[in-house]
C-alpha cells in the first residue's frame, strides 16, 4: 500500500480519502496487536481493488452510492454526550443492557455498570482487541468477507471499536442486550465503521438490539458490520433499528453463521438515512438449522433504502422464512433483492419469501427481485412480491363501521407495518416500535 | 324507517337490481330471499355503500335521509349496519382497537361522550358472553385466522356493540353449523327492539327457524317477486322457488310482470 503514490493516477481515485483515512489509522494505532493490523490491512487491499460500486454492478445496480464515495470522509470530532440526550431514542429507557456508541466510539460513561456477568461476556471491541480476548481474536472477521463487498472491506480496513458478545453455553439471557450507536456530527463526511461480532454459545438463547440513531442533521456515515456466530442449538433473536437523519448515509451488513439446529430471527427496520443499504446474509450450515428473516422499511422525500438479503442453504433439512414490508411516499425509492441459494447437498430445504411493498404516492417506486438459485431437487421453495395499494375491500370494511375514508387508509397503512413488528418477541420493544407506527401513520394532524 | 323505491343497480355494466320496492318500518324484521344470482348480496351492499356498484335509477330513503347520496361511513354511523356475507381479514388491525374506533365514531355522531379503554372492554366483555365468543378474540387482528363461523359470529358481535338502527344481515347463515346459527339467532333476537329493525337476507329457510320474521320476500331477477309472512318462508323450503318464477315468468309472459315488483 505504502507505493500507492508511486502509482502516480493523474486524476485521485473518488475513494482517496477513504484510502487516506485507512493510512492515518494505521499510523495512529501504533499498538495494535499484529493480528489486527493484518486484518486491516488485508481490507485495505480487497477495498482498494473493489473500490466503491457503482450501478454497472449487478449487486448496486438501483443504488448509487456516488454521493457516498464522494463524502470527505473523516472521524467526527468528539462530543461530550449527555443521558438525557439518548432518553429521546427508541429503547433510549427500557431495561437492557446497553452499550453506547458514540461515533462509533464506546462510551462507558453512557453505558449501563457492570456489563457483563457468569452468562455473559460484554466487551468494547476495542478493549477485546488489544487485550487479546481468544474467542474474539478467533471469530473476528471469519464470517464477513472482505473479497465481495467494498462497504465490509472498507469497515474491516477501518476496524477500531464496536461490541463483542459472547453468550455462554446454555445461558438464556432475558434482558435484551442493546446497541446504540449514535451519530453526533453535522459536518459532513464524518463517518464511524462500527463493528459488532456476536458468540451464540451451544443452547443459548438471547436477544439483541441494535439502533443507529442521529442527534443532529448532517452528511454523516455509517458503514456498519455485524458478525453473528451461533453454535449448535442457539437461538438468537436480532433487531436491528436503522433511524438515522434523512441527510445521512447509512450502510449495515448483518453476516451469519448458524450451525446445528440453531435458530435465528432477524429484524431489520429501516426508516432513516437519505441512502441506506442493509445486506443480511444468514449461512445456514449444518442440519436442522432454522432463519426467520423480517423486514420493514419506512422511507418518504427523496430518501433510497436497498435491502439485500442471501439466505444459504448449506445442508439438508434447514428452513428459511422471510417476510419484507415495504412502505413508501414521496419520492422515495426502495429496493429489495431477496437471495435463496439451496447447494446441491441441501435437500429437503424449506425456504419462503414474501416481500409486499405499499406505494403511497405515484412518485415512489420500488425494484424488487427474488432470486433463487437451486441446486438441490427435494426441496420447497415459494417467493411472493407484491407491489400496490391499500385493499379496496378492507378499506371499505373499515368505513362500513363508521370508521372515514382517511382514517381507515391511516389504519391500514400502520397494520401494513405492524404486521411485521408483531413479529418482534420481546413485547416492550414491539411496544415501542407500534408507537413510532402509530404516530407515523395514525396520529391526526395537530392530534 | 327505510323506504327503497325503484332500485336499480348495475356492477361492470351487468343491470343486477331492477325496479326493487321495499318498505320497512321500525321494529319490524324483513326477510329477503331468492334464488342465486336474484340480486340479494348486490342489494346488501348497494344500502351498505360499495361504490362498485351503480344505481341507475330509484331513490332510498332512510329515516328522512337520502340514503344513496352518503358516504359508507356516514350509513354507519347513523345506524345502518351490515353483516358481511365474506367479513373481510384485516392483519396488523387489533379487533378491539378497531371497534373502539367504529364505536367511538357512532357515539360521536350521536352527540355522546367518547367511551375510554377500560369502560370499552367491559361493555365489550358483556357482549361477548352473549355469543359464547372467545375474549382472546379481542386481542387478534380483525378476522385474522378466524373460522368461517368465528367470522360469522364476530359480525354479529360487532352488531351487539354498534347497535346499530337498521341491521342487514347477508347470508349470516351460510357456513355455519346448527349450534353456531343458534347463537347467531339468538344474539340478533336479543337486539331487536322496538325502535330498530332488521333485513335478513338468507338463501336456506333454516334460520328463518330461529329468527322469525314479520315480512318475507322473494328476490328475483332484480325485482322482489312475492311477498307474505313468516309462513311463505315454510312455502318456499317445502316446495323451492319453481313455482313462484314459473307464475312470475307466467305472468310476465301475459303483459302483468308481478305486483310488489312492479313500477
Known sequence: ?447 | MLEIKNLHAEVEGKKILKGLNLSIQPGEVHAIMGPNGSGKSTLAQVLAGRNEYDVTEGEVIYNGLDLLEMEPESRARSGVFLAFQYPVEIPGVNSTYFLKAAFNEVRKHRGEPELDALDFLSLVKEKMKVLELPQSLLNRPVNEGFSGGEKKRNEIFQMAVLEPKLAILDETDSGLDIDALRLVAEGVNKLKRPDNSQLIITHYQRLLDYIVPDFVHVLYDGKIIKTGGKLLALDLEERGYDWLLEDYRAQCLNGHPSLAGAK
Open chain 1, 1 to 447: 500500500m505504502s507505493c500507492r503514490t508511486s502509482t502516480a493516477d493523474p486524476v485521485p481515485r473518488a475513494d482517496a480519502a477513504f484510502l487516506a483515512a485507512y493510512e492515518q489509522l494505521e499510523q495512529r494505532d501504533a499498538m495494535a496487536p499484529s493480528w489486527l493490523v493484518a486484518l486491516r490491512r488485508a481490507g485495505n487491499a480487497h477495498f482498494g481493488e473493489l473500490g466503491f460500486p457503482t450501478t454497472e454492478d449487478e449487486e448496486w445496480r438501483f443504488t448509487n452510492v456516488a454521493p457516498i464515495a464522494a463524502l470527505p470522509t473523516h472521524s467526527a470530532v468528539k462530543r461530550d454526550v449527555g443521558f438525557d440526550e439518548l432518553e429521546r431514542f427508541t429503547f433510549g429507557q427500557m431495561p437492557v443492557h446497553r452499550l453506547v456508541f458514540v461515533d462509533g466510539c464506546f462510551s462507558s460513561k453512557l453505558s449501563s455498570p457492570d456489563l457483563g456477568n457468569e452468562a455473559l461476556e460484554i466487551y468494547s471491541l476495542k478493549i477485546a482487541m488489544l487485550s487479546g480476548v481468544d474467542w474474539v481474536r478467533k471469530h473476528l472477521g471469519k464470517y464477513a468477507r472482505t473479497d465481495e463487498n467494498a462497504f465490509v472491506a472498507l469497515n474491516t480496513s477501518m476496524l477500531e471499536d464496536g461490541a463483542a458478545i459472547r453468550i455462554k453455553s446454555k445461558q438464556r439471557i432475558t434482558l435484551p442486550i442493546h446497541l446504540l450507536f449514535v451519530s453526533t456530527s453535522d459536518q459532513a463526511g464524518a463517518t464511524s465503521h462500527p463493528r459488532v461480532l456476536i458468540l451464540a454459545e451451544r443452547g443459548c438463547d438471547a436477544h439483541i438490539l441494535e439502533s443507529y440513531e442521529s442527534l443532529t442533521e448532517g452528511s454523516t456515515l455509517t458503514n456498519a458490520v455485524t458478525e453473528i456466530a451461533m453454535e449448535e442449538e442457539s437461538r438468537l433473536e436480532h433487531c436491528r433499528l436503522q433511524q438515522e437523519s434523512t441527510k445521512s448515509y447509512h450502510v449495515g451488513t448483518v453476516q451469519a453463521h448458524q450451525s446445528r439446529s440453531s435458530n435465528l430471527v432477524t429484524h431489520s427496520i429501516s426508516m432513516g438515512a437519505k441512502i441506506a443499504r442493509v445486506n443480511i446474509n444468514p449461512v445456514l450450515n449444518a442440519e436442522g438449522c432454522e432463519c426467520v428473516m423480517n423486514g420493514l422499511y419506512v422511507v418518504d422525500g427523496d430518501q433510497l433504502v436497498d435491502h439485500h438479503t442471501a439466505i444459504h442453504h448449506a445442508k439438508p433439512r434447514c428452513n428459511s422464512h422471510e417476510f419484507y414490508h415495504g412502505i413508501l411516499d414521496g419520492k422515495a425509492q426502495g429496493v429489495f433483492n431477496g437471495k435463496i441459494f439451496v447447494r446441491p447437498e441441501a435437500q429437503k430445504t424449506d425456504a419462503k419469501q414474501t416481500n409486499r411493498n405499499l406505494l403511497l404516492s405515484d412518485e415512489a417506486s420500488i425494484q424488487t427481485k427474488p432470486q433463487l438459485e437451486i441446486f438441490a431437487d427435494d426441496v420447497k421453495c415459494t417467493h411472493g412480491a407484491t407491489v400496490g395499494q391499500l385493499q379496496e375491500e378492507a378499506v371499505f370494511y373499515l368505513r362500513a363501521r363508521g370508521i372515514g375514508k382517511e382514517a381507515a387508509r391511516r389504519m391500514l397503512v400502520h397494520a401494513f407495518a405492524s404486521d411485521i413488528i408483531n413479529r418482534i418477541s420481546i413485547e416492550p420493544v414491539r411496544a415501542e416500535l407500534d408507537q413510532i407506527m402509530f404516530d407515523l401513520f395514525e396520529r391526526e394532524p395537530g392530534e
